[in-house]
């Protein structure tokens, strides 16, 4: 007897665990909501989550929305049969009712559309030294750029390329440019349209760090792709 006890309860523990395991698979993935490359939601200025185009009501999240998602209400039960009533005698006149004043109705919130400008910015380890030729590593960011042009296909957007201090300050002009041109030739041939990208190289010019070391120079040599997107969400102003 006390063997088959102990056999049972092995056998509850691990359905309690498998039930558990289930249970936690089925956690839903986050879909609607721009994502860092961390897997986190991202958010504005203000705080809120970022939408994607094709957010709906039914993919949002608590966290983001203020509370959980309302429960769809109960079908209404399929009323009782009324038996037939006895005719009833004529009913005496009522009273004329008594008509309430129309409330005056509050004011309207005025709302408006948040902007957001957005900086991808490709450091030096992008790069081939002294060559425009771009590395492996940079497509993860530019893929980033690619998925918010084809969420918003009114998007434009500007990519300069700067060098560091070193060499002639007109062959870095020239390496700049070619650096910002190779950006974007990569986002045309993922489909975003020419047309809407603007490039320019600003050589050593707007350094973020300081060219007297080498890891200073390194951030220096870069590309900087900048864009502004409308967020869907409105921002109460009053």
Known sequence: MMQ???????AAATLALTLGASAAAQTPP???YWLDSSGRIVRNTWGECWRTGSWTPALAIPECEGG????????APAPAPVAAAAPMPAPA????????P???PAPQPVFRTAVTEKTVRL???????????????????????VSAAREVPDMTMTVTGYTDSTGNAQSNVRLSQARADAVKAYLVGKGV????????GKGAADPVADNGTAEGRAK???????????????????
């Open 123 to 145: 450091e030096g380890a992008n790069f081939a030294t002294g060559s425009s030729r771009l590395l492996p590593g940079a497509g993860a960011k530019l893929d980033e750029v």
């Open 30 to 32: 986050i879909i609607g």
């Open 102 to 104: 129309t409330p005056t």
């Open 4 to 10: 088959r006890k102990s056999a049972l309860a092995a």
């Open 68 to 75: 959980a998602k309302p429960a769809a209400a109960p079908p």
């Open 193 to 200: 349209a020419a047309s809407r990208i603007t490039t320019d």
């Open 93 to 100: 006149a009522a009273p004329a009712p008594i008509v309430a």
């Open 220 to 238: 220096n040599r870069r590309v900087e792709i900048r864009y502004t997107l409308k967020e869907e969400t409105r921002v109460r102003v009053q």
